[in-house]
């Protein structure tokens, strides 16, 4: 079926119907319409596209807790595959068209709960935990970091920024520096007046335990 839609965001006074025929039959005008998998509508918001998106995820996510108890069903590990592979795609597919309209509190919201309740589920933990400890626990990236990593390799892509732009890429946490391989050493002038304490978190790598060297000085220590 044949739709017209009048796309402006301007507030004007006159008459927002239009009268559009093909082939002497009357098109119906719609205030919003689906293209390529994107909702649009006549204001531009993407506020029913973004309603769609996050109430699809969420179905998905309840589905899933189903299969995914705390002694029984889907682990984690397959919880986090079924997300980046599944639940993650829906929410970055046109992301670069409607990315400016996310940082809205009331479509933001939208965005935390799903966020929130994939990450309740991979983690098992109680619902009082807060968004920040879900994500660390999990080690999932934000889905706004996402959304902003996804737009910057599309606008690096189709040339709209620099070439040399900086983008993250996702990293195991056993592929993170340990920290006594990127220890910092600090000349004292003042070595004398200064007592050092050796300290350990007991971590070990192929080259030893990690150690940290603290200088403490009339009771305030760097």
């Not at 998905?60 to 079924?82: Q, V």
């Not at 996702?170 to 007046?193: F, M, R, V």
């Amino acid at each position: 079926m044949d739709l017209i839609m009048l796309m402006t965001r301007r507030k004007r006074k006159e008459c927002k119907e239009l009268d559009v025929y093909l082939n002497n039959k009357p098109l119906m005008q719609v205030h919003s319409l689906k293209y390529l998998g994107i909702i649009l509508d006549s204001k531009l918001t993407f506020r029913e596209h973004i309603t769609y998106i996050t109430e699809k995820c969420t179905k998905l996510i309840f589905i899933l807790s189903k299969s995914a108890k705390f002694n029984w069903g889907l682990n984690h590990a397959a919880l986090k595959t079924i997300y980046k592979g599944g639940i993650l795609p829906l929410l970055q597919y046109g992301a670069p068209v409607w990315i400016n309209a996310i940082d809205k509190a009331c479509y933001k919201l939208k965005r935390v709960r799903v966020q929130r309740l994939i990450n309740i589920e991979i983690t098992k933990a109680y619902r009082t935990v807060s968004n920040e400890a879900l994500c660390i626990l999990t080690g999932l990236t934000s889905i706004a970091i996402k959304l902003e990593e996804l737009v910057k390799l599309y606008q690096l892509t189709t040339g709209n920024i620099k070439d040399d732009a900086m983008i993250d890429h996702d990293t195991e946490i056993k592929q993170w520096p340990h920290l006594a391989e990127t220890t910092t050493i600090l000349n004292d002038k003042n070595e004398g007046a200064s007592s050092i304490q050796i300290y350990t978190d007991g971590s070990k790598t192929k080259q030893g335990v990690g150690a940290g060297i603290a200088i403490f000085r009339s009771g305030i220590h760097t």
